[in-house]
């Protein structure tokens, strides 16, 4: 067994295992959403206040609440189920470290969440056609959870992303209270600099990922347009194929290229012609 890694701990993930297993057998299309709260302390999350939290400050509306010992499920009126299970062990050193070194937007990750202590998993359950509503969803859970725990930071390992609690709970506020769409916690967005760019993260919404390379753009134009392209994508679930036009939020228009990555080497991208 490894160190750290208690019964109980184990049987919170069989439990989320197999929640999520029971819905992909009920529903074929679902999409789950998921992410990992680092705490600083051992002291799990608080059920009734985390409820109370969601409710008032993030409007989040819930139904068919079940409190566990370390876990809390509820539904939403969206037709989501949200899971927090709490486990008293740290997240993976080395998965931590490495997205450390990718959070250029976050400089001190690596010296703030290498010494957290527990984690906090959240996974949100859905329909897979409402991928937009469900990261919503969980980013409202997640900054309640964030708001009243000790947390060091928040981990979302399908994207490589790690966010500070400060810089995440702001833009779910402005997300709750704006309508806005909190990229930067839902998208890596790579910046490798002399002209060149990419995201990761735009396959969780069903979309391909994109590439900016050899541009005779700076990074910082070069990362302005991404992120717009990426925007435009995501807010209005565009479709693009290989020679079709982009245009983005600020009305920029360029063709793509559907070819093989540059820096996502595995997988085929839209190249944008910029």
């Not at 750290?4 to 057998?25: N, R």
């Not at 062990?89 to 990718?102: H, Q, V």
């Not at 709750?176 to 919404?205: D, H, K, M, S």
């Amino acid at each position: 067994m490894i160190k750290g890694f208690s019964y109980s701990c184990a049987f919170i993930l069989l439990f989320v295992t197999q929640m999520e297993t029971l819905f992909a057998q009920k529903q074929p299309d679902q999409k789950v959403v998921s992410g990992t709260i680092l705490l600083q302390g051992k002291t799990p999350p608080e059920s009734k206040s985390l409820l109370n939290a969601l409710k008032l400050t993030w409007k989040l509306k819930t139904d068919s609440v079940n409190i566990g010992e370390k876990t809390l499920v509820f539904n939403t009126i969206d037709g989501a189920t949200v899971m927090v299970a709490y486990l008293d062990y740290p997240a993976a050193p080395d998965e931590i470290g490495a997205a450390s070194r990718l959070s250029w937007l976050w400089k001190t990750a690596n010296e703030e969440t290498k010494k957290h202590q527990a984690q906090v998993v959240i996974s949100v359950i859905g329909p897979a056609n409402k991928t937009l509503d469900l990261y919503k969803i969980f980013t409202q859970t997640a900054a309640g959870v964030l708001e009243t725990n000790r947390s060091a930071g928040i981990y979302m390992d399908s994207q490589y992303l790690l966010l500070s609690p400060g810089y995440f709970i702001a833009a779910a506020r402005n997300m709750v209270q704006n309508q806005t769409i909190p990229l930067y916690c839902w998208v890596y967005f790579g910046r490798p600099g002399e002209g060149n760019g990419f995201t990761y993260g735009l396959a969780e919404f069903g979309l391909t990922e994109m590439e900016i390379v050899n541009s005779q753009h700076n990074e910082a134009e070069v990362h302005s347009i991404l992120y717009d392209s990426a925007m435009s994508v995501v807010k209005n679930g565009t479709l693009l194929s290989d020679g079709q036009t982009l245009t983005t939020e600020e009305g920029t228009k360029m063709m793509v290229r559907l070819e093989q990555g540059t820096y996502l080497e595995a997988q085929k991208v839209l190249r944008l012609d910029f």
